[in-house]
Structures are given as C-alpha cells and as structure tokens.
C-alpha cells in the first residue's frame, strides 16, 4: 500500500531499515544531538558543570519544530 501511495505522487521514498539502538546510524538521534550541539557551541562554559546545565537548559528550551525539521531533511 505504501509503494503504490507513493508511486502516485511522482517521489522517490524508500523505507530502509537502520541497526537497532546504534546512534551512528540513527538519523533522528543525529540530526537532534547536532541541533543541541550547535545551540551550546555558542556558550564557553569554565566547567563540566556549566556546559551540563547549558545542555539541559537548551534541551528544555528546544523547539518542536526545529525537531520536524529533522524529519523532513530526510
């Protein structure tokens, strides 16, 4: 049903499987990891202590659709 679905509107979507629990091939896992990533590269922490709490601090603050954003890159 999801290949006739999609041959209908003319894309080229292909579900592929990934290894089960590796964050190396995790799409979603990378693409929200790097996101977090670059909104704290922005600060210049003293301590691991700081550089937790600016990571917390943005993984609270996160918006939803810079997440979809992900998804649609795929």
């Known amino acids: 049903m ?6 209908e509107t003319g894309l080229d979507i292909r579900i592929m499987n990934q ?7 995790n799409v979603f896992d990378l693409g929200f990891f790097r996101s977090i990533q670059s909104l704290t590269d922005c600060q ?5 202590k700081y550089l937790i709490e600016g990571v917390h601090n943005e ?3 996160y918006e939803v659709t810079n997440l979809n954003r992900v ?4």
């Open 2 to 7: 999801f290949v006739e679905a999609v041959q």
């Open 19 to 25: 290894p089960a629990h590796s964050p190396d091939m």
């Open 44 to 48: 210049v922490p003293k301590a691991l």
């Open 59 to 61: 993984f609270v603050g």
């Open 71 to 74: 998804f649609i890159t795929l």
